[in-house]
């Protein structure tokens, strides 16, 4: 159940507004000024603030916006403005709110607005939790909505311990899941196991994994662990399953059934207490159909999925992944960066990124070291990644609203009201267009 502050000094407007979104399952705490709503926040906890721009007094909506945010980053705001604080409303949004309605506040759109807001707010305090657990170089960069999905669907599944099957195209970042996975769990005291099942020959698979005794063949000059064992306590994490052989399937398989472990040439079995999570980048119901994959294997550790949305499908996560590859190399590389510039993020944004978050990485490594200057521009970046942009702009006839915007917002060196004026439009139609094809100022 969300808690909502509702901020309005006209008492009988605040009332209808508390009325209709508690009617909705909200728990909603009423204010009348910025003043009385931050009190209120010091001593609460608060999903969603809901205001007016205007509140009277010294203290107006933005205000309050910035200083609750600054107390709690994941209060999400929703902004009631009259049309003449239109301005007021894009300042706003660029301050960290959520949305912002126009007075008088439709009902049904206030309420479908608050529920979203409340969603957030809760996906944001999971992400938060969960990323606590998880070191810088395992930080996972997610703004989406896509991603913040599966990363509350990891934080409820760390409490578990069901085996996990994680899919996603090249990369997505599977095994950043997986360590995440680990990270938030009761195993993160114990190790956390990796293992590319494609990057080793079948033959040596089964004593990696069950492990072998002294001279159960030749070269088994001692006794060895197994993977399994090494595990034990924690997570095994089986990368690109999907490559594995039908025979270690099967051999698993009885692992997964009994919890027991076998060395090659052993007599005995040794108990061992692991979760296993597993991640593929191929259709295993494909691999099944075509008898490549057991299907009784694929129940086993398929208890619960998590499917990793590709970049293409995310674009939101685009900037802030760009924003993080550029610090990261730049320091690595002592090569000091300020940012990527508005034409380079829109480029990166219309690529399709079939190697995903990695393509994405080594595109901005490679520009990192051939930058003509602090700020990434077009210019720096691959050709992979201009070329297609030009060939899809040639063959746009003619060119997209998108990219006509950027491109007068370009020329105008971002300043909004001198592209308005170019494109022959008001500001005001500018910023809404500028926020529903997500270009960011």
Known sequence: MSRVLLVEDQTNVRRSMALLLEQDGHVVIEAATAAEAMRIADSTRVDVLVTDVRTGG?????????????RDCDVEVVLITAFGTIDDAVGAMKAGAYDYLTKPADPDRLLITVRRAAERAELAREVRRLRAHVSDEERIVAVSREMQQVLAS????AMTDSTVLITGESGTGKELIARALYAQSARRQHRFVPINCGGIPEGLLETELFGHRKGAFTGAVADKKGLLEEADGG??????IGEMPAPMQVRLLRFLQGGEVRRTGDTTTRRVDVRLVAAT??????EIAAGRFRQDFYYRINVVGVRIPPLRERTDD???????FLRR???RLRRPM???SG?????LQSHPWPGNARELENAIERAVNLASGPVLTEGDLPASVTLQARTAASQADPPDERTRLIEALEQARWNQSRAASQLGMSRTTLWRKMRELRIRA
């Open 235 to 240: 997570v095994l994490f089986l990368d690109e």
């Open 329 to 331: 190399h730049s320091t």
């Open 318 to 324: 685009i900037p802030p992944l760009a924003e993080f």
């Open 338 to 340: 300020e940012g990527i």
């Open 343 to 347: 034409g380079a993020l829109a480029l």
């Open 281 to 286: 980048h191929r259709n295993l119901d494909e």
């Open 154 to 157: 990891v934080a409820q599944l």
């Open 58 to 70: 010294s203290h107006d909506g933005v205000d309050l916006l910035r200083d609750i945010r600054a």
